[in-house]
Nanobody, 122 residues
């Protein structure tokens, strides 16, 4: 069982930056496809970004391309999400996800973190 703990969320003004961290315990994430999702109030949880086991390939949802960067440090069992040029519409609870897979066009997630709140004020 993988335990994921996110940190780095908070309140920031529009145009500002935050760096989220997700540290895993109880199991190495070195072989996992990892990702970040977010859920805004009243909306469904949505995919934000993913990164392959060696960091060689990343995928982003269109709304964050050019502003967010996902990275990982397998030695530290940690995944990061650098968020720049933040907008009020980025306000959400951000969830770390481990051992992603695909079932057709649907992304599956085996392990979730508890989430960290990101609030962007205008």
């Amino acid at each position: 069982q993988v335990q994921l703990v996110e940190s780095g969320g908070g309140l920031v003004q529009a145009g500002g930056s935050l760096r989220l961290s997700c540290t895993a315990s109880r199991h190495t994430i070195g072989n996992f496809l990892m990702g970040w999702f977010r859920q805004a109030p009243g909306k469904e949880r949505e995919f934000v970004a993913s990164i392959t086991w060696n960091g060689g390939s990343t995928v982003y949802t269109n709304s964050v391309k050019g502003r967010f960067t996902i990275s990982r440090d397998n030695a530290q069992n940690t995944v990061y999400l650098q968020m720049n040029s933040l907008k009020p519409e980025d306000t959400a609870v951000y969830f770390c996800a481990a051992d992603l897979g695909y079932s057709g066009k649907t992304i599956t997630v085996k392990y979730w973190g508890q989430g960290t709140q990101v609030t962007v004020s205008s």
